[in-house]
């Protein structure tokens, strides 16, 4: 998923035309990919169904969504930027920003957002848009991370790699805060969806504790943002390094924050 905007303290933090966003995507579908799509089948998925698959990052969520309603239906995927997303691809794609752009002229059955409206400092307008954009019964499923929730990277920090590794984490949230994320925002998206006027609200949370994943994400992450947080005085180059080659260890048991996923229906009538 990206956002707009130039300035240091504006825009998405990780940039999706940066080398480090593959290596980054790779690791959000082997950690997060089974749940996301065991959520979506239990919401009814089927042939036929119109699905838009909001700031869509990468390929692996709307490919699998088209796999999944055949050649009788339609898959959207929008973002900002679509370096990362095929010509190609068995879906369709677009330009948009959710927080600030009309909803496509259609309505869907399905509407899915994963990790993008943290980010967003106009979530409220973009979860409305979302939801403007439900067919009668359809499904808005929405799935946020809550640093402030668990906010460590070592659960278990028992030693000086652990507690480094937790301040990096912390320099990390510093940075997103200062753009304009919202790191309480996971925990709130049942009462919203309900705000919103959706029914049969169903929530639940998923964060790995260690996995070789975890460790691949936290690398591609503290890459690309190393410059921002030597720059904040939030870390220093030899820091990073050191913390860049504990990481590779192997020996840091890496957790993320939880991701809440969350689902409404728009009513029938």
């Not at 947080?229 to 993320?256: F, K, P």
Request: aromatic share 6%.
């Amino acid at each position: 998923m990206s956002i707009g905007g130039t300035d240091s303290t504006e825009g998405y933090l990780l940039d999706n035309a940066r080398p480090e966003a593959g290596e980054r995507f790779a690791a959000f579908a082997e950690l997060f990919d089974l749940a996301t799509f065991a959520h979506i089948q239990a919401l009814g998925i089927r042939s036929g169904w119109h699905c838009w698959e909001v700031g869509a990052g990468s390929a692996a969520v709307p490919t699998w969504l088209a796999d999944h309603v055949g050649a009788t239906g339609q898959v959207l995927a929008t973002d900002l930027d679509l370096s990362w997303l095929a010509a190609d691809a068995p879906f369709q794609t677009r330009v948009h920003d959710v927080g600030a752009d009309p909803a496509p002229d259609r309505l869907f059955d399905l509407v899915h957002a994963r990790l993008v409206l943290v980010h967003v400092p106009a979530r409220d307008q973009a979860l409305a848009t979302m939801v403007s954009a439900l067919e009668p019964g359809g499904w808005l499923f929405v799935e946020d991370a809550d640093p402030a929730l668990q906010p460590l990277l070592c659960l278990d920090e028992f030693g000086p790699e652990q507690e480094l590794a937790n301040r990096i984490r912390r320099g990390f949230r510093t940075l997103m805060a200062g753009r304009g994320a919202d790191l309480a925002f996971g925990r709130t998206l049942p009462r919203r969806l309900r705000d919103a006027g959706l029914i049969d609200i169903r929530a639940d949370a998923y964060f790995p504790v260690t996995s070789p994943a975890c460790a691949v994400l936290e690398a591609a992450t503290v890459r690309q943002i190393r410059d921002q947080l030597v720059q904040a005085d939030l870390a220093t180059d030899a820091e990073i390094d050191l913390h860049l080659a504990n990481v590779a260890s192997g020996r840091l048991d890496l957790s993320t924050a939880p991701m809440i996923c969350a689902a409404g229906r728009k009513p029938l009538a």
